[in-house]
């Protein structure tokens, strides 16, 4: 048995996970959780029953469950915050909860079309809805397609999907013939209905109804004694009749499945008879499905007519089959390949062949290995196909089409010089479109479009390489002369045809030109459009005759500055460094030191808890090659290289802040200063350092406001984002926000766009609002995948974290922390929060062992990283807990400049209430009450105007401490934790709840 959800199949008999046809590897407990699941979808499944089927009654520990459920959630690639496979029921078990489709496949056939079938979500969605109605009645299906859109893959797909129900089926395809037999796909239709028992036939119909089925099928049926009409309309009219009598005894009450692929191949007597036979089969449970190709079904008036009068019918539906979406198309191509495909070819392969499958299939073989579409050949098989499509067109159309093609993929004839009127190619652009090669829109002025690349890709590469270039060179020059003031738009054409022209004598404009769009993009923000047309530059430089490394140099910074905008960071780094190497050849060392830094591109780019030696490397060789008067540089190269270093060598970062800052002496630049600042604010984390960091915030944003820094000005505003928060200034870090996203909106960098849900999340959870702040997880991690950032799945962790506590799924909580400390483990503050997952668990002993870890002997020596807060508050929960006076006493100290004051994670990724709160905790562990009394107090104070979380879990700390200490205000403390109660429930959230109830419960 094979089961099917999403891009994934489950091979039971082989003991297999596929997923695009590639298998996923499991351990064979991960695997027997998933079959048992995916078996027992329509239900929660107990942990007890899981226990009982894959350890099969074994004692072993409850972790060794959650951590089977961590790895198989990761080979699904979902996870425990957003569960898109598999639901945790709290205090029960787990569901899975995607759509599932079974089907019985042969061992004998591991390459089963069925195991790599890709989208048509909504074509199997319409079918299943027909072949599972409990209608008596007939319903019909078209769909219409272009060649090798996978019209005939699909009705495979159906048919395994009815044979998958026990639902009796039959496929035909029409033959490739010029002349098909007369209603042969009838005849084929009948005779794979009956199997072996077509002789039986011969019973189920009176004389007069068979004798007129003889010619069809003489083997069963006789035309003795039965007059045949003279006029060839009466005898067809008797054949149909017999037909519909022998298809009604054919089909009995069980629903039948026809399925005719190539219906515009069928013939003429085929054509006529499916109107009639579908109307006298009304009644019946008969689902008719038909493919065909549009185009070629109009060039037949009788076809046409049929497909008109099929439409017409009361259960008739007609679905259009376009082309697989950008990641169908992918995950097609990558079946289709020995080893996974680039991502960087998922938006290029899709352009190419428009989801086209038979494209793709041709295409995949050249692609293998690739990272790029650098190649420019296309495969005999499909310029075969392509030009197959357009032989049978007009001389003028093709025409219009190879001149199209030099254009691109879009293009506007009344704006070209290679067309003349609209009204002259009017005729070849209808002949065109009824072909399926171009796109026209209703509106006249809106440009037409190839409706693949390939096709144009083709048709170019068929047009003589000198004609091609003649017409790049007429267009060019057309565009360059139109103006004397350039649009964005017309520069980038014009030097795309100069480039294209081959001619080497225009390189020089085409430079010029490129420069001139990128200049113009960057002033609108369109930075991807920037990127592109600095490409297009190199590309026009490496025309030249004249090869300038220097002026390459040059081009490739700007370039990678436009990719770093545009949220592109790998394509960026790689960028930098291709500049770098060059810069080094040339012995330029402003050049060398820009690509240094740019290689950690962009002011919010510093990644928490990631190592990158090689950069380390190539900040120090920029540093060693500038001179000292290059302050400026030299200051920024030591200030990245301190904040680089910080995850690695701590004494080594420490000394080379040191050195920016004395160098910062020496510079007067307002967004120099600014940035050297920010690496000592980011490198200054520490509780003896918060007074300073605050300063250091304000100080950076008038430096940003004074340079009119943009990008420098928006970190100006986060690090003032940060101070508020911790000094409990909710209401202004709200104002604060409405600037930062109204700021980052106008400059549209990926980078900085998605801190805003980001922050909105943090703001949901600190006011319990755990659905909102879901879904602002969805919506920065959406924005934050693209440019591929750490500090989002940071961010991600920390908030799910935080969300799953509130809401008492506390497995889900420890689950996604093990995520972060496995994929950073330079980040402490998720080892700390693993200690405290830990403890809510009342897994007490691995929380002990969590935080001997994290105190490396004392917890005076933990790194001052910007990670330090979150490591030092969680582990001072969890020492409280525990009853640890010895590492209390540190951590006491170490915090005590904290009080007033509330702990964020990062850059306020999350909130963590008043320090008091956990001081007061401290205290009390060592004993001191008056003092902790003291701290709770501040804490209820500091946390009632803007923190109602925090608030509630405060009046719970502070209820407790007094029900065990202070019993004579026993009345107060089950005051505060009523108050906390009430709280819990009106927002939902389960584990405050449970605390206050234990609270109450020892009235």
């Not at 400049?897 to 008091?916: F, I, R």
Request: net charge neutral; hydrophobic share 45%.
């Amino acid at each position: 048995m094979i089961y099917r959800f999403d891009d994934f199949e489950l091979d039971i008999a082989r003991c297999e996970l596929r997923r695009r046809g590639q298998s996923v590897a499991l351990e064979k407990r991960v695997f027997d959780i998933l079959a048992y699941l995916v078996q027992h979808s329509d239900r929660v499944v107990t942990k007890s029953e899981i226990f009982g089927h894959v350890w099969e009654g074994r004692v072993v520990s409850p972790g060794s469950l959650t951590v089977a459920m961590s790895a198989l959630r990761r080979a699904l690639g979902d996870d425990a915050v957003r569960q898109v496979f598999i639901r945790t029921h709290s205090g029960r078990g787990y569901r899975f909860i995607k759509p599932v489709y079974s089907t019985q496949v042969s061992l004998k056939s591991p390459s089963s079309s069925f195991q790599k079938f890709i989208g048509r979500t909504q074509h199997i969605a319409s079918f299943l809805r027909l072949i599972d109605s409990p209608s008596e009645h007939s319903s019909t299906l078209l769909i219409c397609g272009e060649p090798g859109i996978g019209k005939s893959r699909l009705l495979s797909e159906y048919a395994l999907l009815s044979s998958a129900r026990g639902i009796k089926c039959c496929l035909v395809s029409c033959p490739e013939t010029e002349r098909t037999p007369y209603l042969w796909p009838c005849e084929q239709i009948v005779r794979k209905l009956t199997g072996d028992h077509g002789k039986e036939l011969a019973n189920l119909l009176p004389p007069h109804l068979a004798a007129p089925l003889s010619p069809l099928f003489p083997e069963v049926f006789t035309a003795t004694g039965v007059r045949t009409p003279s006029d060839p309309d009466g005898a067809q009219f008797q054949l149909f009749e017999a037909l519909a009598a022998l298809f009604r005894e054919l089909v009995t009450d069980d629903r039948t499945v026809i399925l005719l692929d190539d219906l515009h191949r069928a013939d003429a007597g085929t054509a006529r008879l499916l109107p009639f036979l579908l109307r006298e089969l009304r009644d019946t449970p008969i689902t008719f499905v038909a493919t065909f190709r549009l185009p070629e079904a109009q060039r037949s008036d009788i076809l046409a007519h049929a497909l008109a009068s099929l439409e017409r019918e009361p259960r008739a539906f007609s679905l259009p089959l376009a082309g697989l979406d950008a990641d169908e198309t992918f995950a097609l191509a990558n079946t289709l390949s020995s080893s996974p495909l680039s991502d960087s070819l998922r938006a290029e392969l899709h352009a190419r062949t428009g989801g086209n499958p038979f494209f793709v299939h041709q295409l995949v073989p050249l692609l293998e290995g690739s990272t790029s579409w650098s190649w420019n050949v296309i495969p005999p098989v499909l310029s075969e196909a392509i030009v197959a499509r357009i032989s049978g067109l007009s001389l003028p159309t093709r025409e219009l089409l190879s001149r199209a093609a030099v254009v691109g993929r879009q293009f506007q004839p009344e704006a070209c010089p290679l067309f003349p009127s609209r009204s002259d190619i009017e005729p070849s652009l209808r002949e065109a479109a009824a072909a399926g090669l171009l796109s026209i829109s209703a509106d006249p002025s809106a440009p037409i479009s190839f409706v693949h690349v390939l096709v144009r890709d083709v048709l170019y590469s068929l047009a003589p390489i000198h004609e091609r270039r003649a017409y790049h060179l007429q267009i060019a020059r057309s565009l360059d002369s139109a103006s004397t003031e350039f649009s964005e738009r017309q520069a980038a054409d014009a030097s795309f045809h100069y480039v294209k022209s081959g001619d080497r004598s225009v390189s020089e404009r085409a430079i010029f030109l490129a420069q001139a769009a990128a200049t113009i993009a960057t002033q609108r923000c369109a930075h991807e459009d920037a990127a592109h047309h600095y490409r297009l530059a190199l590309e026009a430089l490496a025309l030249s005759s004249h090869q300038d490394p220097q002026r390459k140099c040059t081009l490739l910074l700007s370039l990678g500055e436009a990719l770093c905008r545009s949220g592109d960071r790998e394509a960026a780094k790689s960028t930098f460094r291709e500049a770098a190497l060059l810069a080094q050849r040339l012995g330029s060392s402003h050049e060398l030191a820009r690509a240094a830094l740019g290689v950690a591109p962009g002011v919010l780019a510093a990644e928490a808890g990631v190592s990158d030696p090689s950069l380390d490397q190539l900040l120090r060789e920029a540093l060693a090659m500038l001179d000292d008067s290059a302050t400026e540089l030299r200051a920024l190269l030591a200030a990245r290289l301190a904040m680089s270093l910080q995850w690695s060598e701590s004494e080594s970062s420490h000394r080379a802040m040191g050195d920016a800052l004395s160098l910062l002496e020496q510079v007067s630049n307002p967004a120099v200063r600014a940035r050297v600042m920010f690496a000592d604010w980011f490198c200054s984390w520490h509780s003896t350092t918060i007074s300073r960091r605050h300063a250091l915030a304000d100080e950076i944003a008038d430096l940003a406001d004074e340079a009119s820094d943009d990008e420098m000005l928006l970190l100006g505003l986060v690090l003032r984002m940060v101070g508020m928060l911790e000094r409990g200034q909710i209401g202004q870090f709200d104002a604060a926000l409405a600037r930062f996203d109204a700021l980052a909106r106008s400059m549209r960098q990926p980078q900085s766009l998605w801190y805003v849900p980001m922050y909105k999340g943090m703001r949901a959870l600190v006011d319990g609002r755990l659905d909102d702040a879901a879904i602002h997880q969805s919506e920065f991690t959406a924005v934050a995948t693209r440019v591929n950032d750490a500090n989002a799945f940071h961010s991600f962790v920390a908030q799910a974290a935080l969300m799953h506590s509130e809401r008492g799924n506390l497995e889900c909580m420890l689950d996604t922390l093990l995520q972060g400390t496995r994929r950073y483990p330079n980040l402490r503050g998720f080892r700390a929060g693993l200690a405290w997952a830990f403890l809510n668990l009342g897994r007490l002993k691995e929380a002990a062992h969590e935080l001997a870890t994290l105190a490396m002997g004392s917890f005076a020596d933990v790194p001052q990283r910007y990670d330090w807060p979150s490591t030092m508050f969680f582990a001072a929960e969890v020492c409280s807990a525990l009853g640890d006076q010895r590492r209390a006493k540190s951590l006491y100290e170490l915090l005590a400049p904290y009080q007033g004051y509330a702990p964020v994670v990062g850059l306020g990724v999350a909130h963590l209430g008043s320090a008091d709160r956990t001081l007061g905790l401290l205290a009390e562990t060592l004993g001191q009450l008056e003092r902790a009394e003291w701290h709770f107090q501040r804490a209820l104070e500091m946390t009632s105007a803007g923190m109602p979380v925090w608030n509630a879990h405060t009046k719970v700390d502070y209820a407790r401490f007094q029900m065990r200490f202070r019993r004579a205000r026993s009345g107060q403390a089950l005051q505060l934790a009523s108050e906390a109660l009430q709280f819990a429930r009106a927002m939902k959230l389960k584990r405050l709840e449970e605390r206050a109830s234990s609270i109450l419960a020892k009235r």
